[in-house]
T-cell receptor, first 115, second 119 residues
Framework: DQQVKQNSPSLSVQEGRISILNCDYTNSMFDYFLWYKKYPAEGPTFLISISSIKDKNEDGRFTVFLNKSAKHLSLHIVPSQPGDSAVYFCAAAGFSGAGSYQLTFGKGTKLSVIP | EAGVTQFPSHSVIEKGQTVTLRCDPISGHDNLYWYRRVMGKEIKFLLHFVKESKQDESGMPNNRFLAERTGGTYSTLKVQPAELEDSGVYFC?????????????????FGQGTRLTVV
């Protein structure tokens, strides 16, 4: 059972427009959420995060929104740039049954920004 | 400062052979994680070390996988014998902290991954 879901495997956006990537989670014990960006042949790199006590966090062109009641978060990129083309992973952090604080990832969304 | 490094970057082995993956975390990071991504699927947790101790190995697929972190520095992940379904990209990540791994302005740093292909 997937605890973190990214239902859109891909997204294409025109340069300069807004990119919106969505993520849903099922485990209400998650208390910290992160977005990672991944280029081919590289490991995921941290992009932005949000604590469960907040509903918005902004960093330059990137904003993450959290709706706890809906168990939904989204990443907004505005304006989108061709260099933003990558796979974006949503991740949720929480304690496992074994007491380990760890990340649970979604399957990723491939964003293509068209010049 | 060096990031998380993994070796090798690629490995192609035959079914039944043994492969050992290595991860060097960022110096001073107590937490070390192994993750795996099978093609097209999510990045899945395998196990978590705090220093040299296994905190959680609930994600390890079966007893063909053995992870070690002697001395609390680098870690190895051995697959013996390898099966076709073990193919994927194996990521290592490290982070600071002990009781709470992720807090504001802190995150796990990932290595570039090892792409394992079992034929």
């Amino acid at each position: 059972d997937q605890q973190v879901k990214q239902n859109s495997p891909s997204l294409s956006v025109q340069e300069g427009r807004i990119s919106i990537l969505n993520c849903d989670y099922t485990n209400s014990m998650f208390d910290y959420f992160l977005w990672y960006k991944k280029y081919p042949a590289e490991g995921p790199t941290f992009l932005i995060s949000i604590s469960s006590i907040k509903d918005k966090n902004e960093d330059g062109r990137f904003t993450v929104f959290l709706n706890k009641s809906a168990k939904h978060l989204s990443l907004h990129i505005v304006p989108s740039q061709p260099g933003d083309s990558a796979v974006y992973f949503c991740a949720a952090a929480g304690f496992s049954g074994a007491g380990s604080y760890q990340l649970t990832f979604g399957k990723g969304t491939k964003l293509s920004v068209i010049p | 400062e060096a990031g998380v490094t993994q070796f090798p970057s690629h490995s192609v082995i035959e079914k039944g052979q043994t492969v050992t993956l290595r991860c060097d975390p960022i110096s001073g990071h107590d937490n070390l994680y192994w993750y795996r991504r099978v093609m097209g699927k999510e990045i899945k947790f395998l196990l978590h070390f705090v220093k040299e101790s296994k905190q959680d190995e609930s994600g390890m697929p079966n007893n063909r996988f053995l992870a070690e972190r002697t001395g609390g520095t680098y870690s190895t992940l051995k697959v013996q014998p390898a099966e076709l379904e073990d193919s994927g990209v194996y990521f290592c990540a490290s982070s600071q902290g002990t009781d709470r791994v992720f807090y504001r302005n802190t995150e796990a740093f990932f290595g570039q991954g090892t792409r394992l292909t079992v034929v």
